[in-house]
Each structure stands twice: as C-alpha cells, then as structure tokens.
C-alpha cells in the first residue's frame, strides 16, 4: 500500500506565528524547511518521496519575504493538490494589526516587506498582497488572541494522526467580541433564557452546576440540543468521506459566559461518542 505524503505549506502575515507553527509541526514529525522559494517545492517533495526510508510529513513555511519568488505559491499548491500521491494543506495564519503592531514593537524587529515605511502601512500593504491566497487557504488561524502555547495545541489537534478519528473544537464564545475566524459552522444559542439576568447566576459560568442546570432545564434547550446534534451526527462521517481534516464548532451567546459555554459542554461531551474533541471557552473569563 502506498502512502500519501502529507505536505503542509505554510503561510500568512509577517509577525502572526509562523515560527512557532512550524516548531509545532516539526514537534510532531514533520520534516520542516523555512523560507523555500514555492517553485523549489515540487523537486524537494520528489526527492523526499525517493529518499531512503521515505518521508511521510513535510511542511513549509514561505512568505513576502521571497520577494519574485514568492509569486508562484497559488501555482504550486495547485499543482500538488493534483497529484495522487500526496495529500497538500495550505495553512493561513492571520492576525488584526493592533495584534501585529504589538508583536513587532516587542521584538524590535522591521517589516520585512517594506523596512523603511511605517508599520501600519506595510502590515495594510501586505494584507492585499496576500488576499488571493487567504482566499485559497484550506485552513485561517487568526492567532491574535492566541498565546504560543495554543497555537501549539491548535496545530497539533489538526495535524497529529488520529487513529481514524476526526479531531473536532468545540469552542464557545460571545457574539460581543466577534465570531471565531476559523469557525466551520456557527450556532447561535441567544434565544435561550439568559442566566446574566438572574443575580445570584450571573457570577458563575457555564460550567458551574447551577449555570448548567438552569440553561438546560428549558424545552427549547432539549429541542435545540436534541436537532443540533442530529445534524452534526449526520454531518461528521460526511466531511470525513469529503476528506475535510478538521473540524471547528462554534456556539455563541451574548458574552460567552453562561449559554454557550453550557451548550458547549454538551455538544463536546456527545461528540466524544465518534471523534477526538477539544472543548475551549474562548470569552469565558472576559466578564465579571
């Protein structure tokens, strides 16, 4: 039987994390090369597949920093998505410019792209520069809330074998401070009766017993859960014969305390019946 190469091209802002996402790869046995001119990946994937005692994974990192030759990455990563004998992931690694100013004023580090203008306007040049292939990326990570050691985790849940098992993230959050950008489906539990409002709930989470209990005691509750798990029962052996590695579940309330952080909990702990699930409260802890 022959094995499938896993190739993983990694790319995305200046400043967003793609040092520590190879260190993350490169963890868990990919053989990592930073900084190679897209053209040169086709020859090097070769000679990987040739080599003695064959590699299975390999991952690269390229950006703007290229220059001209940075240019053919779309060309390239349709290319070996073409081929039969390898499986290609293009990853995108973004972050917002408040978040990529702060990384770079820390390391005391130039934009590579332009190192005599102003942070800002590099950081917006680049961001049109790479729309195209943000566009085409199978996989957007906005790390601008993540600490390296999430990012870590979060590459890690997506790329280490599974034995099978479809890694799912079962992620709460609230609507107030945006959707997860690399949410694969979204639901909305803000129709549920809000513990925010009960004054001796409101301290407490979505993880606490009384929190839980009072958000699950409603019918619409069991309704919701009930016809939400259904259709993700019915959804994840079907992205699975589509080939779909990974899958992000997001369920949001207003603040991301109380409902969603109890539906979550739910929906994590059925999921765990057929797939390998990671449960995070994103929002949880941003209100007192």
């Given at each position: 039987?022959?094995?499938?190469?896993?190739?993983?091209?990694?790319?995305?802002?200046?400043?967003?994390?793609?040092?520590?996402?190879?260190?993350?790869?490169?963890?868990?046995?990919?053989?990592?090369?930073?900084?190679?001119?897209?053209?040169?990946?086709?020859?090097?994937?070769?000679?990987?597949?040739?080599?003695?005692?064959?590699?299975?994974?390999?991952?690269?990192?390229?950006?703007?920093?290229?220059?001209?030759?940075?240019?053919?990455?779309?060309?390239?990563?349709?290319?070996?998505?073409?081929?039969?004998?390898?499986?290609?992931?293009l990853v995108f690694?973004?972050?917002?410019?408040?978040?990529?100013v702060r990384r770079?004023?820390?390391?005391?580090?130039?934009?590579?792209?332009?190192?005599?203008?102003?942070?800002?306007?590099?950081?917006?040049?680049?961001?049109?520069?790479?729309?195209?292939?943000?566009?085409?990326?199978?996989?957007?990570?906005?790390?601008?809330?993540?600490?390296?050691?999430?990012?870590?985790?979060?590459?890690?849940?997506?790329?280490?074998?599974?034995?099978?098992?479809?890694?799912?993230?079962?992620?709460?959050?609230?609507?107030?401070?945006?959707?997860?950008?690399?949410?694969?489906?979204?639901?909305?539990?803000?129709?549920?009766?809000?513990?925010?409002?009960?004054?001796?709930?409101?301290?407490?989470?979505?993880?606490?017993?009384?929190?839980?209990?009072?958000?699950?005691?409603?019918?619409?509750?069991?309704?919701?859960?009930?016809?939400?798990?259904?259709?993700?029962?019915?959804?994840?052996?079907?992205?699975?014969?589509?080939?779909?590695?990974?899958?992000?579940?997001?369920?949001?309330?207003?603040?991301?305390?109380?409902?969603?952080?109890?539906?979550?909990?739910?929906?994590?702990?059925?999921?765990?019946?057929?797939?390998?699930?990671?449960?995070?409260?994103?929002?949880?802890?941003?209100?007192?």
């Amino acid at each position: 039987m022959t094995v499938r190469l896993e190739t993983v091209i990694l790319t995305g802002m200046s400043g967003a994390g793609k040092s520590v996402a190879m260190q993350a790869l490169e963890d868990i046995g990919f053989f990592c090369v930073d900084n190679l001119p897209p053209a040169l990946m086709p020859r090097l994937l070769d000679m990987a597949e040739h080599a003695s005692g064959s590699l299975s994974k390999v991952a690269f990192a390229c950006d703007l920093r290229g220059g001209a030759l940075f240019e053919p990455l779309l060309t390239t990563v349709e290319e070996l998505r073409s081929r039969k004998d390898m499986d290609t992931t293009l990853v995108f690694l973004d972050a917002n410019e408040a978040t990529l100013v702060r990384r770079y004023k820390e390391s005391r580090r130039r934009h590579p792209l332009s190192p005599t203008a102003r942070l800002t306007e590099s950081i917006t040049q680049e961001r049109i520069a790479l729309e195209a292939v943000r566009a085409a990326a199978d996989i957007v990570i906005d790390t601008s809330d993540m600490a390296t050691s999430v990012l870590k985790k979060e590459l890690t849940s997506r790329f280490e074998a599974h034995a099978g098992r479809m890694p799912v993230h079962v992620v709460s959050f609230g609507f107030k401070y945006g959707v997860p950008v690399d949410a694969d489906m979204v639901f909305d539990v803000r129709f549920l009766p809000n513990p925010h409002y009960i004054d001796e709930l409101r301290p407490f989470t979505g993880e606490d017993e009384p929190v839980y209990d009072y958000v699950m005691q409603w019918p619409a509750t069991q309704q919701f859960i009930a016809k939400a798990e259904e259709m993700l029962d019915f959804l994840l052996p079907e992205y699975q014969r589509e080939g779909k590695s990974h899958l992000v579940i997001g369920i949001g309330c207003t603040g991301g305390k109380h409902r969603s952080v109890a539906i979550a909990r739910h929906v994590a702990e059925h999921l765990r019946q057929k797939a390998d699930v990671e449960l995070s409260h994103r929002d949880k802890g941003r209100e007192g």
